[in-house]
C-alpha cells in the first residue's frame, strides 16, 4: 500500500506535540485546537482502516497495512509496522480515547502549552506500541510513554503527586527491565527481532542457550506490572488518584492494555508451550486479582481511588481469559482490553467532572448530586452498570465471553472452579458500583452543592461518543469480535487448538 496509514497515525500526535512546544507565541486556545486537529486526525485514519481491514477468512493471522523500512541493519533491526485483529481494535481504542481526553482537558489553564505536549507524546507512544512488529522498536515505544506520565502526573497531578509519578516510574522500569532482558535473551536465542517470524517459527528458533520458560517469565513480568498483577499492582492506585483526569482515562483506557497485549503477542505467541505449562499458576492469580481488587474497592472513599483499585479487579479477567488458553476465552480477553478500556475511561472522566464542579471526592462527604447533575447521574449510571456487566454494555459480553471460555477450556485442569471464583468478582463488582452511585448522588441534597453545576456542553460530546462506543459494542459485538478473532485463531493453532 502506497499511503503509510500506520506511520501517520502513530507520528500525526507526535508532530502536532512538536509544533505546540516550539511554535512560538501561540495562544491557549490555539493549543487546545491544534491538540485537537492531531489527535482527530490519527483516529479518522484509524476509523478508516477499520472500515478496509480484509476480514476473509485466508487473511487470518496475516498482518496488514505492514511497513517495512532497514533500521540498523548490523543487528537486523527494522522500522516494522503492521497490524492484525489483536492490535487493530486496541489502535483504534487508543485513537479514540487521545481525541477526548483532548476534549476533557479543554478547561487546563496551568502550563497548557507543556499538558498537550506531552499528552500527545503519551499518545504516539501507546500507538507505536500496539503497531509495532520489531522487537526493538516495540520496547522503545513502551519506554516513551514513562517521560510524559512523570511530568503528566507530577505537575498537573493532586495530593501526593510527586510520590505517585515517582512510584509509577520506578514500577515502570522495574518491569521495563525483565521486559528488556527477556527480549535481549530472544534476541541472542533466535537471532531475529521480527515478531511475526519469530512467533512462526516456534520454538524451533529457540535453541539451548537459555531455557524457553526463563525468557517468558522475564517477559511476562513486564507485562504483568503493567497489566497490572497482584502482587505487583500497588503503583496503580496511587498513580489513579493523583493524577488528572484525562491521564487517569489514559491510564486506565489504553496504557494497562498494554500488558495484556503483550502477554498474548508474545508470551503465548511465542511460547505456546510455556504458557501451556505454567498456566495454572496464573489462572490462580488472576483469581486472586479479581476477587482481592473488588474487596479492596469495596473498602475505598476516594472516588478515584475506588475506580482505580476496580481496574484491578477487572485486568484479572483479561489475565484469566489469556491463560484458559482458548479461542473463546483469548478472544473475550481481547474484548475486555476493548470494552475496559472505553468502560473506566467514561467511569474517570465522570469522577473528574464530579470532582470539578462539586469540588469534593471524598465519598463520605458527599450526596444528594442527582438534583443538581442530572445529565451526569445518567452518564455515570450507565457507566457504572456497563462495569458490572449489565446485559446490552460492552462489559456484558466481554466478560461473557471471559467466562464462558474459560469455563469450557479443556486446556488447563481445575479452570472450571477458578472460573467460578472469577463470576463472583461480578457479585462483588455490583456491589461497590451500586454503593458508589448512591453515595454520590442519592441521599438527602446537601446545602453546599446547591450551585454546583452540570455537564457542559464540551463535556456532553465527549460523554455521549463514550456511551454510543460502549452501547455499539454490547448490542453488535460482532463489529469487534469477528476482527479479534482473525488475530486470535492463529494463536490458538499454535496453543494446537
Same mark, same amino acid.
Given at each position: 500500500?502506497?499511503? /503509510?496509514?500506520?506511520?501517520?497515525?502513530?507520528?500525526?500526535?507526535?508532530?502536532?506535540? =512538536?509544533?505546540?512546544?516550539?511554535?512560538?507565541?501561540?495562544?491557549?486556545?490555539?493549543?487546545?485546537?491544534? *491538540?485537537?486537529?492531531?489527535?482527530?486526525?490519527?483516529?479518522?485514519?484509524?476509523?478508516?482502516?477499520?472500515?478496509?481491514?480484509?476480514?476473509?477468512?485466508?487473511?487470518?493471522?496475516?498482518?496488514?497495512?505492514?511497513?517495512?523500512?532497514?533500521?540498523?541493519?548490523?543487528?537486523?533491526? /527494522? %522500522?516494522?509496522?503492521?497490524?492484525?485483529?489483536?492490535?487493530?481494535?486496541?489502535?483504534?481504542?487508543?485513537?479514540?480515547?487521545?481525541?477526548?481526553?483532548?476534549?476533557?482537558?479543554?478547561?487546563?489553564?496551568?502550563?497548557?502549552?507543556?499538558?498537550?505536549?506531552?499528552?500527545?507524546?503519551?499518545?504516539?507512544?501507546?500507538?507505536?506500541?500496539?503497531?509495532? =512488529?520489531?522487537?526493538?522498536?516495540?520496547?522503545?515505544?513502551?519506554? #516513551?510513554?514513562?517521560?510524559?506520565? %512523570?511530568?503528566?502526573?507530577?505537575?498537573?497531578?493532586?495530593?501526593?503527586?510527586? %510520590?505517585?509519578?515517582?512510584?509509577?516510574? #520506578?514500577?515502570?522500569?522495574?518491569?521495563?527491565?525483565?521486559?528488556?532482558?527477556?527480549?535481549?535473551?530472544?534476541?541472542?536465542?533466535?537471532?531475529?527481532?521480527?515478531?511475526?517470524?519469530?512467533?512462526?517459527?516456534?520454538?524451533?528458533?529457540?535453541?539451548?542457550?537459555?531455557? *524457553?520458560?526463563?525468557?517468558?517469565?522475564?517477559?511476562?513480568?513486564?507485562?504483568?506490572?503493567?497489566?497490572?498483577?497482584?502482587?505487583?499492582?500497588?503503583?496503580?492506585?496511587?498513580?489513579?488518584?493523583?493524577?488528572?483526569?484525562? &491521564?487517569?482515562?489514559?491510564?486506565?483506557? *489504553?496504557?494497562?492494555?498494554?500488558?495484556? $497485549?503483550?502477554?498474548?503477542?508474545?508470551? &503465548?505467541?511465542?511460547?505456546?508451550?510455556?504458557?501451556?505449562?505454567?498456566?495454572?499458576?496464573?489462572?490462580?492469580? *488472576?483469581?486472586?486479582?479479581?476477587?482481592?481488587?473488588?474487596?479492596?474497592?469495596?473498602? !475505598?472513599?476516594?472516588?478515584?481511588?475506588?475506580?482505580? $483499585?476496580?481496574?484491578?479487579?477487572?485486568?484479572?479477567?483479561?489475565?484469566?481469559?489469556?491463560?484458559?488458553?482458548?479461542?473463546?476465552?483469548?478472544?473475550?480477553?481481547?474484548? !475486555?482490553?476493548?470494552?475496559?478500556?472505553?468502560?473506566?475511561?467514561?467511569?474517570?472522566?465522570?469522577?473528574?467532572?464530579?470532582?470539578? /464542579?462539586?469540588?469534593?471526592?471524598?465519598?463520605?462527604?458527599?450526596?444528594?448530586?442527582?438534583?443538581?447533575?442530572?445529565?451526569?447521574?445518567? &452518564?455515570?449510571?450507565?457507566?457504572?452498570?456497563?462495569?458490572?456487566?449489565?446485559?446490552?454494555?460492552?462489559?456484558?459480553?466481554?466478560?461473557?465471553?471471559?467466562?464462558?471460555?474459560?469455563?469450557?477450556?479443556?486446556?488447563?485442569?481445575?479452570? !472450571?472452579?477458578?472460573?467460578?471464583?472469577?463470576?463472583?468478582?461480578?457479585?462483588?463488582?455490583?456491589?461497590? #458500583?451500586?454503593?458508589?452511585?448512591?453515595?454520590?448522588? $442519592?441521599?438527602?441534597?446537601?446545602?453546599?452543592?446547591?450551585?454546583?453545576?452540570?455537564?457542559?456542553?464540551?463535556?456532553?460530546?465527549?460523554?455521549?461518543?463514550?456511551?454510543?462506543?460502549?452501547?455499539?459494542?454490547?448490542?453488535?459485538?460482532?463489529?469487534?469480535?469477528?476482527?479479534?478473532?482473525?488475530?486470535?485463531?492463529?494463536?490458538?493453532?499454535?496453543?494446537?487448538?
Amino acid at each position: 500500500m502506497d499511503f /503509510n496509514y500506520l506511520t501517520w497515525i502513530i507520528f500525526l500526535p507526535a508532530l502536532g506535540a =512538536l509544533i505546540i512546544a516550539f511554535l512560538p507565541r501561540l495562544s491557549p486556545r490555539g493549543v487546545r485546537w491544534l *491538540a485537537a486537529v492531531f489527535t482527530f486526525i490519527p483516529l479518522a485514519l484509524s476509523i478508516y482502516l477499520f472500515t478496509i481491514f480484509d476480514r476473509s477468512a485466508e487473511m487470518a493471522g496475516v498482518m496488514q497495512f505492514e511497513e517495512s523500512l532497514s533500521w540498523i541493519p548490523a543487528i537486523g533491526a /527494522n %522500522y516494522h509496522l503492521g497490524v492484525d485483529g489483536l492490535s487493530l481494535p486496541l489502535m483504534i481504542l487508543m485513537a479514540f480515547l487521545g481525541f477526548l481526553v483532548v476534549l476533557i482537558s479543554w478547561k487546563i489553564d496551568l502550563r497548557p502549552r507543556e499538558y498537550f505536549a506531552w499528552l500527545l507524546l503519551l499518545e504516539t507512544s501507546i500507538l507505536g506500541v500496539f503497531c509495532s =512488529l520489531d522487537l526493538l522498536l516495540f520496547f522503545l515505544f513502551w519506554e #516513551i510513554e514513562v517521560i510524559p506520565m %512523570y511530568f503528566l502526573i507530577s505537575i498537573w497531578g493532586t495530593g501526593r503527586k510527586e %510520590y505517585s509519578a515517582i512510584k509509577y516510574v #520506578i514500577y515502570t522500569l522495574f518491569g521495563s527491565a525483565m521486559m528488556l532482558a527477556g527480549i535481549l535473551s530472544l534476541y541472542f536465542t533466535t537471532g531475529s527481532l521480527n515478531m511475526v517470524e519469530i512467533a512462526q517459527g516456534g520454538l524451533g528458533m529457540i535453541q539451548t542457550a537459555m531455557p *524457553a520458560a526463563a525468557i517468558f517469565f522475564l517477559l511476562l513480568t513486564g507485562f504483568a506490572v503493567k497489566l497490572p498483577v497482584f502482587p505487583l499492582h500497588s503503583w496503580l492506585p496511587d498513580a489513579h488518584t493523583d493524577a488528572p483526569t484525562a &491521564v487517569s482515562v489514559v491510564l486506565a483506557g *489504553a496504557l494497562l492494555k498494554m500488558g495484556g $497485549y503483550g502477554m498474548i503477542r508474545l508470551c &503465548v505467541s511465542i511460547f505456546p508451550g510455556v504458557a501451556h505449562d505454567y498456566a495454572l499458576p496464573l489462572i490462580i492469580l *488472576a483469581v486472586i486479582s479479581i476477587l482481592y481488587g473488588a474487596a479492596v474497592t469495596l473498602r !475505598q472513599t476516594d472516588l478515584k481511588r475506588l475506580i482505580a $483499585y476496580s481496574s484491578i479487579s477487572h485486568m484479572g479477567y483479561v489475565l484469566l481469559g489469556v491463560f484458559a488458553l482458548g479461542q473463546l476465552s483469548l478472544t473475550g480477553a481481547a474484548l !475486555q482490553m476493548f470494552s475496559h478500556g472505553v468502560i473506566t475511561g467514561l467511569l474517570f472522566a465522570m469522577a473528574g467532572l464530579v470532582m470539578h /464542579n462539586a469540588g469534593e471526592r471524598d465519598l463520605r462527604k458527599l450526596g444528594g448530586l442527582a438534583r443538581q447533575m442530572p445529565i451526569i447521574v445518567v &452518564v455515570f449510571s450507565v457507566a457504572g452498570v456497563a462495569s458490572l456487566g449489565l446485559p446490552t454494555t460492552s462489559g456484558f459480553i466481554a466478560e461473557f465471553l471471559v467466562f464462558v471460555g474459560s469455563f469450557s477450556s479443556g486446556v488447563v485442569p481445575g479452570i !472450571q472452579v477458578a472460573t467460578i471464583l472469577g463470576v463472583l468478582g461480578i457479585v462483588i463488582t455490583a456491589g461497590y #458500583i451500586l454503593w458508589m452511585l448512591q453515595r454520590v448522588f $442519592y441521599g438527602p441534597p446537601l446545602k453546599q452543592f446547591d450551585k454546583v453545576k452540570d455537564a457542559s456542553v464540551l463535556d456532553r460530546v465527549y460523554m455521549f461518543a463514550f456511551i454510543a462506543v460502549i452501547m455499539l459494542v454490547g448490542i453488535y459485538p460482532a463489529i469487534l469480535t469477528d476482527v479479534i478473532k482473525m488475530g486470535i485463531s492463529p494463536i490458538v493453532g499454535l496453543l494446537g487448538g
